[in-house]
Each structure stands twice: as C-alpha cells, then as structure tokens.
C-alpha cells in the first residue's frame, strides 16, 4: 500500500486540528486539584468531576460537520464472543 505524498509545508488535517486545540486550567470544583483540560472543557478522573460540556472556549463539532468517509473502515464489524462454559472442576468440593 502506497502512502498519500503531501507537499512540502502544507498542513495534514491532523496538524490543523491539533493547532486549533488550546490546553487551558483551573481549579477542579470538587476536590480542588489544578485540572488540565482542552479548550476549556475537564474531566478529573481521580474524584470523578467533569465540567459541563457548555462551559467550553468554543462550539462543539455537530453530526453535520463529521466526515464521515474519514471514519469508514473497510473491516466488518466486531463480532461478539461466545460466553464460556463454567468450569465445574474448580468448584467441586471433594468428601472426606
């Protein structure tokens, strides 16, 4: 498989995206640790508080914007497992 040749200093989609992303702080509301986020948008994991998507620095993509071809991939869906089959021989109790 061949890779798509770019012209020299033109930017991929990924690099304009990357660039348009701001990484701000504050403090999180509910344990008061500094909090890193992007564009003004948090999750802290540790105490489980996550600011409301609305307070962001700016509009969130709609289903409009997406590309969706950019998201199509050629494998087939992921099948699921089959449960397993218990295994009686490690909860069998022997009789003395």
Known sequence: MRRKQTV???PVPAVE??????ITQTQCRK?????SGVNGRYAR???GWVNHWSEGHNELPT???ED???CSSDR???RRRAPREPDFRATSSRSS
Do not use: I, M, Y
């Open 63 to 65: 289903a409009a914007d």
């Open 76 to 78: 087939p869906p992921r």
């Open 8 to 10: 020299p200093g033109t």
């Open 45 to 47: 994991g540790v105490c």
């Open 17 to 22: 995206f990357l660039a348009s992303q701001e």
């Open 31 to 35: 344990c008061g640790s500094e909090v």
């Open 68 to 70: 969706t071809e950019a």
